[in-house]
């Protein structure tokens, strides 16, 4: 009896990875998500340096926040944890510089991506997501808590 049960178990497991791979719901290959951005202050086709959503602060910073999270969530979060926290794969946004310097940071890696040894850790996002919704993810992730 107790080996019947082990058996039914596996082959529901067996299953239940069948069903995931079959219908597509499994973690690997996802495509970008388009970002709306209504209601952002529309940038210069000139890469910004710094947060412009930041720096301008009060509604726009507030909405960038808004619409940064959603975008986070769908472009982001699978491979550097939901609401920001890494698990480990990718490095932890929450932990950029401030500023600047982790602006441009952020910057170069979104737009060029990332790749070792032939291979892209992280594929690049110019020609995918608008600068406005680059700038939203980074107000989103740029005020989620750090680890203490």
């Known amino acids: 009896m107790k080996y019947r049960l082990i058996l039914l178990a596996a082959l529901g497991l067996a299953a239940s990875q069948m069903f995931f791979v079959k219908t597509g719901l499994t973690h690997g290959d996802v495509q970008p998500q ?13 890469i910004a340096l710094e947060n412009p959503y930041r720096l301008a602060g009060g509604e726009q910073y507030e909405l960038a926040k808004k619409i940064g999270a959603s975008a986070y969530n769908s472009n982001c979060a699978r491979c550097h944890g939901l609401e920001a926290i890494s698990g480990g794969i990718a ?18 890696r979104v737009l060029k991506g990332y790749s070792q040894n032939g291979a892209y850790k992280m594929p690049p996002f110019a020609q995918i997501l608008s600068q406005e919704a ?4 980074r107000s989103y992730t740029e005020t989620q808590p750090r680890p203490e």
């Not at 388009?34 to 000139?46: K, Q, S």
């Open 34 to 46: 388009a970002v709306d951005t209504e209601g952002l202050e529309a940038l210069p086709e000139e």
């Open 91 to 108: 490095p932890d946004l929450r932990m950029l510089e401030d500023g600047e310097f982790g602006d441009e940071w952020y910057m170069e």
């Open 134 to 137: 680059m700038w939203a993810i």
